[in-house]
């Protein structure tokens, strides 16, 4: 149980335009959901906190208008990279958590972000 | 300071080695403590979680909790090729909403 995916799993985009980066959870409802961003040889940096069927929060420096979350259902938040740059590129990791107990967060397989 | 410590290694042991990682903490809020493998290119897996103080077994890996000392350690026996990875240790006050997580060491078990 306790399954997270993400798709792309690596996307390459050009410098300017937006990419949409999916995840799930495939056998448990998120009501909530974490959006990380992974520089190499790096620890994960927690980018923002997502409720479902609420706005997302976002961490200090994390600019909201170019990394846009949305969790429309407790299965699925996507987050869309708006006008990407070069500096953009990082692994973008999600995870997710039920809510119910004592339930930690479960993580995605992550997604490889390259701006040329 | 960093809320979570750990020494990034990395730290090469030969199989069939006991090995030991650790983290330091400075917030003695955080009650929840976490171990992740993360294989290169992949996704944190969770391996286990503890609640304050104490330990917990799950085959060959035992996770150790010292609050007194602010010290969290993961131990793993029998160490397989397989077990190369990046450790990842983290640390909640409790409603696992917030991960504080440590740099990561990374460990190599040469066959």
């Known amino acids: 149980g306790a399954v997270v995916s993400q798709h792309p799993s690596w996307v390459i985009c050009k410098s300017g335009t937006s990419v949409k980066i999916e995840c799930r959870s495939l056998?448990?409802?998120?009501?909530?959901m974490f959006w990380y961003r992974q520089f190499p040889k790096q620890s994960l940096m927690l980018m923002a906190t997502s409720n479902e069927g609420s706005k997302a929060t976002y961490e200090q420096g994390v600019e909201k208008d170019k990394f846009l979350i949305n969790h429309a259902s407790l299965t699925l938040s996507t987050l869309t990279v708006t006008s990407a740059h070069p500096e953009d590129s990082s692994f973008y990791i999600c995870s997710a958590r039920s809510g119910t107990g004592q339930d930690t967060q479960y993580f995605g397989p992550g997604t490889r972000l390259t701006v040329l | 300071q960093k809320e979570v410590e750990q020494d990034p290694g990395p730290l090469s042991v030969p199989e069939g080695a006991i090995v030991s990682l650790n983290c330091t903490y400075s917030n003695s809020a955080f009650q929840y403590f976490m171990w992740y493998r993360q294989y290169s290119r992949k996704g944190p897996e969770l391996l286990m979680y503890t609640y304050s103080s104490g330990n917990k077994e799950d085959g060959r890996f035992t996770a150790q909790v010292d609050k007194s000392s602010k010290y969290i350690s993961l131990f793993i026996r029998d160490s397989q090729p397989s077990d190369s990875a990046t450790y990842l240790c983290a640390a909640d006050i409790g409603n696992f909403n917030k991960f504080y997580f440590g740099s990561g060491t990374k460990l190599n078990v040469k066959p």
């Open positions: 056998d448990f409802q998120a009501t909530t």
